[in-house]
C-alpha cells in the first residue's frame, strides 16, 4: 500500500479532488493506495478542514517557526518520512504548496514528488501565469503535472490540460476554467503515476 502525503497552503481544492476520487473508485482496493495525511504550512488553509471531514489525518507545519528554508524543509521531510515504510512507500503530492523547496529536499524525493502547475509548462513558470498567459494574447491556457526537480517548475511533464482563452477573460476567470480541469487531471495523473513507481 502507498502512502500518498499531500502538501498545501490554502484552498486545497486539488487535494480535494484527489481525495475524493481516491475515496470514491477505491484506490487502496484498485491502485494500493491510500492519502495517508495533508500537511500545510498554514494553519489557517481551508483545505484542512475538508481533510479532517473526510478522515484524512492533518498537520500543520507553520514555516515562520523554523530558522531557514534548509530547517523547515528538514523538518518537513522528517514528518513525511514518518509515512515512508517498506511496506508503505510515500508518494508526494503538492498541491498548491506555496514554498520553495530546497535542492536536498527536492532530491531526497527525487521520482516520487509531483506538482500541478497552473500553465503549459514550459510557458509561465512561476507565479501570476494566468495574468501572464492574457497579456501575452495566448489563444490557449492550461496546466501541468510534473514530476519536481530543483528547478522550479521544470521537472518532466506527466500531464497537461489545455482551455481556450476567451475574449474579456481576467486571471480569475482563466482560473477558474483551468482549476476545473486541474480537478479532473490531477487525480488522474497520480493514478498513473501509481503504476510507475
Ligand atoms: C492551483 O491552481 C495549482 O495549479 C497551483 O496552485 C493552485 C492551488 O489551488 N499550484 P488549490 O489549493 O488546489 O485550490
Request: glycine residues 6%; neutral net charge; contains cysteine.
Amino acid at each position: 500500500m502507498k502512502n500518498i502525503v499531500i502538501l498545501i497552503s490554502g484552498s486545497g481544492s486539488n487535494m480535494a479532488a484527489i481525495v475524493k476520487a481516491s475515496q470514491r473508485d477505491d484506490w487502496a482496493a484498485h491502485h494500493g493506495a491510500r492519502v495517508a495525511a495533508v500537511i500545510s504550512n498554514k494553519a489557517d488553509a481551508k483545505g484542512l478542514a475538508f481533510a479532517r471531514s473526510h478522515g484524512i489525518g492533518t498537520l500543520v507545519l507553520d514555516h515562520k517557526a523554523f530558522a531557514d528554508r534548509a530547517a523547515f524543509d528538514a523538518a518537513l521531510a522528517e514528518r513525511i518520512d514518518a509515512f515512508d515504510t517498506p511496506d508503505h512507500p510515500v508518494l508526494v503530492v503538492l498541491a498548491g504548496f506555496m514554498r520553495i523547496l530546497t535542492a536536498e529536499f527536492v532530491n531526497h524525493y527525487a521520482g516520487r514528488m509531483v506538482n500541478i502547475h497552473p500553465s503549459l509548462l514550459p510557458a509561465f513558470a512561476g507565479l501570476n501565469t494566468h495574468q501572464r498567459a492574457i497579456d501575452a494574447g495566448c489563444k490557449v491556457a492550461g496546466a501541468t503535472v510534473h514530476l519536481v526537480t530543483p528547478e522550479l517548475d521544470h521537472g518532466p511533464i506527466l500531464a497537461q490540460a489545455a482551455v481556450p482563452v476567451l475574449p474579456g477573460d481576467t486571471a480569475d476567470t482563466l482560473a477558474a476554467r483551468v482549476l476545473t480541469q486541474e480537478h479532473l487531471m490531477y487525480p488522474r495523473a497520480v493514478v498513473n503515476l501509481l503504476f510507475k513507481t
